[in-house]
């Protein structure tokens, strides 16, 4: 495989802070706390909701915000976790937007807009969603 141009790589580094805990940090510097379940922290998999659900969301606001800011916002990301032949995996994963946008020409362009920018989000936005449903290998390798 060719190494990746600075343009289009992505990471994330992640360092152990505690007993099953851990903190990671991006190249902007922003730290999330990542756990096991037993505490506040965000989990595995539910970083994957976070990702999967702030993804759409984003774009979202990026192409209805051209045209009104949200009035009213919430989102959820869901799935089932099960474990089966093919390993422990999420399936019925779901992301939904409950958005509400102001009275007026702008908030009636954005309305006018928002069916099809979900569709959008799921077909070919979302790079998160994108690469699940696709779907590429993931290695997992010993650092040299």
Same mark, same amino acid.
């Given at each position: 495989?060719s190494?990746?141009s600075?343009?289009?790589?992505? #990471?994330?580094?992640l360092?152990?802070i505690?007993?099953?805990?851990?903190?990671?940090?991006n190249?902007?510097?922003?730290?999330?706390?990542?756990?096991?379940?037993?505490d506040?922290d965000?989990?595995?998999v539910?970083l994957?909701?976070? $990702?999967?659900v702030?993804?759409?969301?984003?774009?979202l606001?990026?192409?209805?915000?051209?045209?009104?800011?949200?009035?009213t916002?919430?989102?959820? $990301?869901?799935? *089932?976790?099960?474990r089966?032949?093919?390993?422990?995996?999420?399936?019925?994963? #779901?992301?939904s937007?409950?958005?509400t946008?102001? $009275?007026?020409e702008?908030?009636?362009?954005?309305?006018?807009?928002?069916?099809r #920018?979900?569709?959008?989000?799921?077909? *070919?936005?979302?790079?998160?969603?994108? #690469?699940?449903?696709?779907?590429?290998?993931?290695r997992?390798?010993? $650092?040299?």
């Open positions: 495989m190494e990746p600075p343009e289009t790589l992505r #990471t994330v580094e360092s152990k505690g007993e099953h805990r851990y903190k990671a940090t190249v902007r510097g922003g730290v999330l706390p990542v756990g096991q379940g037993d506040p965000f989990t595995p539910e994957l909701l976070v $990702a999967l702030g993804c759409g969301a984003v774009d606001d990026l192409i209805t915000g051209k045209r009104a800011p949200f009035e916002f919430a989102a959820r $990301a869901e799935g *089932r976790k099960i089966d032949e093919q390993g422990s995996r999420l399936v019925d994963l #779901t992301v937007f409950d958005v946008f102001p $009275a007026g702008g908030g009636d362009q954005a309305r006018e807009v928002l069916e #920018t979900v569709q959008q989000i799921q077909d *070919r936005l979302c790079t998160v969603g994108r #690469t699940v449903t696709v779907g590429d290998p993931v997992y390798v010993q $650092a040299p």
